[in-house]
């Protein structure tokens, strides 16, 4: 029982962590109907500022905040520079975009900050396990973090109006130009703030995972698998997805196909909803009639 308790309170944890990922992959979907497959790089590369800044001497949280402003500007500037010519483009173009934006930032990370794997501080000190031992004070840290930065997000879509102007940009982008909404701008916006999400989750999961170019390649995958299982059209789906699959990681990993196998979890929860509810628990289904 204890075990099982275990499991589940560091699945949690790590289910924040996918959570704000899968909400970062949900923004950009909304957006542009695609996948960031370079989103995770984009995390790392914020990662690999804020261990920059820390090992400069800046305190932690100013060099975390100063990161994320970095990040939420290269989100911008990629939404500008690189997705917006992409716009009206085909399907597989705007993926072989993303995939080249992938290997572009994997390899400038690498060539920059070496391929060394580099630990990486937590603000969240403590000589003891917490909550009875079942989690470390850095993952009730970083859960506490991940989980404000979502409530800060939901309470910006849902009480400001830059948020709803965001919000309609990406759902309508025509009947928002109409209502005088500057939706280049809204789309770049979104694109920022996706990229701050990942640098959140990043500078997080860093100190338990450690920080190399690839740090963020397998939990991008159980991000995408959580953005599917809660419906990749809906932002409070990501998030409950998120949780669930880092739960259902952390348990079937123990019990049932180890620790090694822990990503076919991933991929068997991927298959899974696309075959059944590809609209995923939350999701939309949108039919059409031709």
Known sequence: MTGLLHQIASGIASGAIYASVALALVMIYQATHHVNFAQGEMATLSTFVCLTLIQAGIP????????????????????????????????????????????????????????????????FHSAHAMLGGYVSPHEIGATALTLLVLVLVWLFFRFTTLGLAMRAAAHNP????????????????GWGLAAAIGGAAGIMVAPIVFLDPNMMSGILLYAFAGALLGGIDSPLGAVIGGFAVGVLENLFGAYVVGTELKLTVALVIIVAVLVIKPAGLFGRAVHSRV
């Open 60 to 123: 932690f949280w100013v060099a975390f905040v100063v990161a994320l402003l970095l990040s939420f500007a290269f989100g911008a500037v990629v939404e500008r520079v690189l997705m917006r010519p992409m716009m009206d483009a085909p399907v597989l173009a705007s993926v072989g975009v993303f995939i080249g934006l992938l290997l572009i930032i994997n390899a400038l990370d690498g060539w920059i900050f070496g391929y060394t794997i580099k630990p990486f501080p937590s603000p």
């Open 174 to 189: 025509a009947s928002a130009r109409l209502c005088g909404v500057r939706v280049n701008l809204m789309l770049s916006l």
